[in-house]
């Protein structure tokens, strides 16, 4: 009799396992090893300063989308481009190295070599979809079409060099500057850096280009921003269709000369002078398709698995605040061109909703050389690897706040400058390496005090980390790395 009791219960929770499992069938636990790949934009203005946004204090210029993404993530109080002019700095978003190590002085100038690992080929090797959307600067674009500022001439052919070469499954690219309005047609002279041989009304003189040959023809008036973005958000829906995780980059033109902006964009500045409607207005323009990729990534439902950066490539052009070069520096010395602080310190902006706490604050130096191995420790992609020297460091040890100080120091130079900055001090040369001078950056932001003279055992021991950094680039330069 107990026997049969037995037997009854022990079938009776049988059954009630089975009708569990069908009821409410386990849920698969996560594999602590398995690499989640998020989403990845990288936006870049062109020249906006580091005091051309709302969220920094700017008087008069609102960007209300970029202050939204600042305070929903984390603002880099210390932000450098890698260089002090836009074709470096580039090149250093795309592989994590200063340029110098493969050729690009400056603007115009080499190219990204084929050598070079870019982050469109690293996220690749992860199965990422791959866009470029904006301007390129890395090398020309065609063979045989005389475009831009090298284009098309025989004696630049070996720097062709474009993104579909390079890493990336759709592009949508100039080669260099185009007006912030209406990007295919020269604007009044008024606008700024118009050649004397242009005719207004008349093509500009630069094409965008979606693939070997192709020149785009379509939907190319009004704002160059808006343009851009008409482009980069049917790569992103396309890629979520796809089911595909995806790099976006979507390099604005503005605020970079010419600057032209659309009458709707001028309004909110209309008790300005017309130089600052048209400056203001183009970066209101940029703020609003921020604003509208930010609107779409929640619409699609990705926002949260989407890590979004945001940067200029240098400091404001010009020698002063005057016609439509009307960037500010927020009284840091120097602008476009110079590694004093006002040429290099840029908007710097983290957002990764569920990740990056709101409201964080990076005191520690950062650059964008940076942003290659942070989204390759992101991705899981291991360069370790590849011995070559890397310039970057991960970023989001800094931005969780569980590292407070950096250990590789920012190195820079440039057309006879040289710079080096670490968590407290920064020296400056504009000698080719020669006469450094020193200056506390955290209490002395404007570089007013030289202390070479006051702290010689400082000067000399980050003169001697430059060079050992300078003599790296140059053994780059030769090509020991490949």
């Not at 979507?250 to 001028?266: K, N």
């Not at 569980?402 to 040289?418: C, N």
């Amino acid at each position: 009799m107990i026997r049969n009791i037995t037997l009854f219960f022990n079938w009776l929770l049988v059954a009630v396992l089975l009708v569990s499992c069908l009821e409410s069938p386990k849920k698969m636990e996560p594999d602590p090893t398995e690499v989640v790949h998020p989403n990845i934009i990288l936006l870049m203005a062109d020249d906006q300063g580091w005091g051309d946004t709302g969220y920094n204090g700017h008087p008069h210029l609102k960007t209300p989308n970029l202050d939204a993404m600042a305070s929903n993530g984390a603002v880099f109080e210390r932000f450098y481009a890698a260089s002090a002019v836009c074709s470096p700095t580039r090149g250093s978003v795309m592989t994590g190295r200063h340029p110098l190590r493969y050729g690009i002085c400056t603007a115009n100038c080499g190219h990204i070599k084929e050598q070079e690992i870019t982050l469109g080929e690293t996220v690749k090797a992860e199965g990422y979809v791959t866009g470029h959307f904006g301007k390129w600067h890395l090398g020309t674009l065609t063979r045989d079409t005389l475009d831009a500022n090298r284009g098309g001439k025989k004696e630049n052919d070996e720097h062709y060099a474009p993104p579909w070469d390079h890493g990336f499954d759709e592009s949508f690219v100039t080669e260099s500057k185009v007006p912030t309005w209406g990007p295919m047609v020269t604007p009044p002279k008024s606008s700024g850096d118009v050649n004397g041989s242009l005719i207004e009304g008349q093509p500009f003189g630069t094409y965008y280009w979606t693939g070997p040959g192709k020149i785009e023809t379509e939907n190319l008036k009004g704002d160059d921003s808006r343009v851009i973005m008409d482009r980069a958000i049917p790569f992103i829906e396309n890629a979520i269709k796809r089911d595909k995780p995806f790099l976006s980059i979507i390099w604005f033109h503005t605020p970079h000369l010419p600057v032209l902006a659309g009458d709707d964009d001028r309004m909110a500045y209309a008790d300005l002078s017309e130089d600052q409607q048209h400056y203001y207005g183009v970066i209101s323009a940029l703020d609003k398709q921020v604003g509208r990729l930010r609107d779409k990534l929640k619409e699609l439902g990705i926002a949260e698995n989407t890590v979004l950066f945001y940067t200029s490539d240098n400091g404001p052009e010009g020698k002063s605040v005057t016609g439509r070069t009307q960037g500010l520096t927020k009284g840091l010395k120097g602008r476009k061109r110079s590694l004093c602080e006002g040429g290099i310190r840029v908007p710097g902006i983290m957002e990764w909703p569920g990740k990056i706490k709101p409201g964080t604050r990076v005191e520690t130096p950062c650059f964008t050389s940076d942003y290659y191995p942070t989204i390759a420790n992101i991705i899981g992609s291991d360069l370790v690897k590849d011995h070559r020297p890397y310039d970057g460091t991960d970023l989001l040890p800094f931005v969780n706040g569980s590292v407070k100080e950096r250990l590789k120091p920012l190195a820079f130079d440039f057309q006879g400058q040289g710079a080096l900055i670490d968590n407290e001090f920064k020296i400056y040369s504009k000698d080719k390496g020669e006469n450094f001078e020193l200056y506390n950056i955290l209490d002395d932001a404007a570089e007013s005090f030289n202390l070479a003279n006051e702290n010689p055992e400082k000067l000399q021991e980050m003169v001697v980390e430059w060079r050992k950094w300078k003599t790296s680039a140059e053994n780059s330069a030769e090509g020991s790395d490949y």
